[in-house]
C-alpha cells in the first residue's frame, strides 16, 4: 500500500513538473504583453498545487548537500539586501521568491533516481515542443510572437528562445550517445537534437551558439571516460587533448565570427560591461539592490561620458538596456561581490560530484551559465525555470555533507523539516497573492492602452488611476499614465509619477517628459536640468538637445540656444529619420536668426 501511495505521489509530481516546464507554451492574446505575463500566473497556480504536495515527497533520512546550504545561505542574503536597498516590490522580485519552493520540490523528488531520469526525459520533451515550434514558424505554419523575428517559438524574442533550445543540446547529444538507454530514450535524444540543430541557426544567438558548443564538448568529454595514469596519457587521454584544441579552436572562430556578424551590436554589449564596471565601484560588497539595474545603470553611464572615458564609437552605440547582457555582471551590480561569490559557489558545488553517469544535467547546465555569460536567461520567466530544474537535478548528486540532519539535530531534525515546509508554503502563498490578482488588471492594461493610442488622455487618466494600485510595479504603465497627467494639464502629479519610474529605469525620455512638464509650469531650472540629465544618458540622442534648444529660445536666451542649435547640427547621426531631418531643420533656422 505504501509502495503505491508512494508511486501516486510521483506521478503527481512529474504531472506537476511537466505543467511547470511547460510554462515557457504559455501565452493569452487579452492579457498585456500575454506572451510574458500569461507565464506569471499559470506558473504562480501550479506552484500553488506543487508546494502543498512538498511534504508528501520528503526523504525520510534527511541528507543535506553541499548545495543545499548554500542555496539557503544565498537566499537569506538575497531577502535582506532586497529589503535594506530596494524598497520597490514587483513582479520579478515575487516570481523569485517562488523559484525557492520549486527547488524544494525537485530537489526532494529528484533525491529518487528514477524520478531523476523522469524529469530529465521532462525537460527534453519541452525543448522538442519549443524547438519543433520554432521550426513551424520559419516553413510559415504559425506565427511568430515578434514582428522583426520569423522565428521566437513560444517567446517573445529569438536571443531567449535560442538560450532555452540550446540548453536542450548537451542533454539530447548525452541521450543520443548512451547505448545504456532504452530505446525510446535514445530516439528522444536523436529527434530532440535533429530539431534543435536546425533551428538554431536561424535563430542567430551568437551566445545561443557558443553555449551549445560548450555543453556538447563536455557531453562528449564526460562520455569519452578517459583515463590518465601514472602521468601519461593513454590513446583516449590524447583524444580528450585533440578534443579539446579542436574545440577552443571552434570556439575562438565562433567568437570572431559572431563579432563581425554583429559588430555594433558586441560593441554596445561592451559598453554596458565596461559602465557596468563603474556601477560595482559605487556599490562594490552589497551592490545597489536586487531588482534595480535599470535604474542604476542610467547614472552611471551618465558619469561615465562626463568623466570624458567614452569614445566616439563608444557614444554612438550606447543605449539605455533593462539588462546587462551578462547575469554575472548585474549579479554584481545588484548584489554586490557578496552575492556573485556565494551564487559561484552555489552553481559550482553543484558542478561537483565523485560518480558522474554518461547522462547527466550538468553539461545544459554548464551551457546555461554559459549563456547567462551574454544575455539575461535568469530575467526571463521559462529560463529562470529552467535554471532551478538544473540546479535542482545537479544538486541531487553533488557532495553531500558529513552528517546528516537527524544526526546532529536528533529530535529536533523533524522540527526542521516542518519549518522548511512551512518557509515553503509561506513563500507561495506570498507570491500568489501578489501575483494571481493581477491577471484582471493586465487584462484591463490591454485594453485601456486604445484609450492610449487614440488620444483620449482625459478617460484614460481615470482608468490608469483606477488601476495604478495593482500595476504600480510596471515600467511602461507609470510611462503611460504619466503621459496621461501630462497631456491634461496636470504637471505635478504628472512629474510624480515619472519619479516613481525612476526607481525602476533611467530611461532619457522620462527626463525629457519631467523637463517638458517643468518647463509647462515655468521651472525652467528644473526643466533644464531634466534635459542635460536626458542627453547625457544616451549621448547619442538628438531630441534632448533639440528639447534644450527650444528652451532657451523659449525663455529668451538666444545664445545659449544657438549654441544648442550649433551642438545640434553637429552631432552625428545614429539611425536618420524624418524626426531628425525636421529637429536639424530648426536649428539652421534658429542659427541664421540675428
Request: glycine fraction near 6%.
Amino acid at each position: 500500500m505504501k509502495v503505491n501511495q508512494k508511486n501516486y505521489v510521483n506521478f503527481a509530481f512529474l504531472i506537476l513538473f511537466l505543467g511547470i516546464l511547460f510554462t515557457v507554451t504559455i501565452t493569452d492574446d487579452f492579457l498585456w504583453q500575454g506572451v510574458v505575463t500569461a507565464k506569471y500566473f499559470w506558473f504562480a497556480t501550479v506552484m500553488c498545487i506543487v508546494s502543498v504536495l512538498i511534504p508528501l515527497s520528503l526523504p525520510k533520512k534527511g541528507e543535506i548537500h553541499v548545495t543545499d546550504l548554500l542555496l539557503g545561505i544565498l537566499v537569506v542574503y538575497f531577502c535582506v539586501n532586497y529589503f535594506f536597498l530596494n524598497n520597490h516590490p514587483g513582479m520579478h522580485w515575487w516570481l523569485t521568491l517562488l523559484m525557492v519552493p520549486l527547488y524544494v520540490a525537485v530537489r526532494v523528488t529528484a533525491a529518487n533516481g528514477n524520478m531523476r531520469r523522469w524529469l530529465t526525459d521532462a525537460l527534453l520533451v519541452v525543448v522538442l515542443v519549443e524547438a519543433v515550434w520554432g521550426l513551424l514558424q520559419l516553413y510559415g505554419f504559425t506565427y511568430s510572437n515578434h514582428s522583426l523575428y520569423k522565428v521566437t517559438g513560444s517567446l517573445f524574442n529569438p536571443g531567449p528562445y535560442s538560450g532555452f533550445v540550446a540548453v536542450g543540446i548537451p542533454l539530447a547529444l548525452g541521450y543520443a550517445l548512451d547505448k545504456t538507454l532504452p530505446r525510446w530514450e535514445r530516439w528522444l535524444g536523436i529527434v530532440t537534437l535533429a530539431a534543435a540543430l536546425l533551428v538554431l541557426p536561424v535563430a542567430m544567438s551568437r551566445a545561443a551558439w557558443l553555449a551549445a558548443i560548450t555543453g556538447s564538448a563536455v557531453t562528449v568529454i564526460q562520455n569519452s571516460r578517459f583515463k590518465i595514469q601514472n602521468s601519461r596519457f593513454n590513446i583516449r587521454g590524447w583524444r580528450l587533448v585533440g578534443l579539446t584544441v579542436v574545440t577552443g579552436v571552434l570556439a575562438i572562430g565562433l567568437l570572431a565570427g559572431a563579432y563581425l556578424m554583429k559588430k555594433d551590436s558586441a560593441d554596445g554589449r561592451w559598453v554596458i560591461w565596461r559602465v557596468n564596471v563603474e556601477a560595482i565601484k559605487e556599490h562594490p560588497l552589497f551592490g545597489a539592490g536586487y531588482g534595480r539595474f535599470a535604474a542604476v545603470y542610467g547614472n552611471a553611464q551618465a558619469a561615465f561620458f562626463l568623466d570624458g572615458n567614452g569614445t566616439e564609437a563608444q557614444t554612438m552605440v550606447a543605449d539605455s538596456p533593462e539588462y546587462a547582457f551578462n547575469e554575472y555582471v548585474q549579479m554584481a551590480v545588484e548584489l554586490g561581490i557578496v552575492g556573485l561569490v556565494l551564487f559561484l559557489l552555489v552553481v559550482g558545488s553543484s558542478l561537483i560530484t565523485r560518480h558522474l553517469s554518461p547522462v547527466t544535467c550538468h553539461p545544459s547546465l554548464v551551457t546555461l551559465l554559459v549563456f547567462a555569460a551574454f544575455s539575461y536567461p535568469f530575467s526571463i520567466l521559462p529560463l529562470g525555470i529552467l535554471f532551478v530544474f538544473l540546479l535542482a537535478l545537479s544538486a541531487s548528486s553533488s557532495r553531500k555533507l558529513s552528517f546528516t540532519l537527524p544526526s546532529i539535530l536528533r529530535s529536533h531534525g523533524l522540527t526542521i523539516l516542518r519549518f522548511g515546509v512551512a518557509a515553503c508554503w509561506g513563500i507561495t502563498a506570498y507570491g500568489a497573492y501578489q501575483i494571481l490578482p493581477k491577471q484582471a488588471a493586465y487584462r484591463e492594461w490591454s485594453t485601456l492602452q486604445m484609450l492610449y493610442n487614440a488620444n483620449a488622455f482625459k478617460e484614460a487618466a481615470k482608468e490608469y488611476k483606477a488601476w495604478y494600485p495593482q500595476l504600480r510595479h510596471e515600467k511602461q504603465f507609470l510611462f503611460e499614465y504619466g503621459q496621461c497627467l501630462s497631456k491634461i494639464g496636470q504637471y505635478e502629479e504628472s512629474n510624480l509619477i515619472f519619479e516613481q519610474y525612476l526607481c525602476y529605469g533611467s530611461d532619457p525620455m522620462v527626463y525629457n517628459c519631467l523637463g517638458n512638464n517643468y518647463k509647462e509650469m515655468g521651472k525652467y531650472n528644473q526643466a533644464e536640468n531634466a534635459y542635460i540629465r536626458a542627453s547625457k544618458i544616451v549621448p547619442n540622442r538628438h531630441y534632448p538637445l533639440y528639447l534644450l534648444m527650444k528652451l532657451y529660445q523659449e525663455i529668451g536666451q538666444v545664445e545659449k540656444a544657438k549654441a544648442m542649435a550649433d551642438a545640434l547640427l553637429r552631432k552625428p547621426v545614429k539611425v536618420p529619420s524624418t524626426a531628425i531631418k525636421e529637429m536639424q531643420e530648426e536649428a539652421r533656422e534658429m542659427k541664421n536668426e540675428k
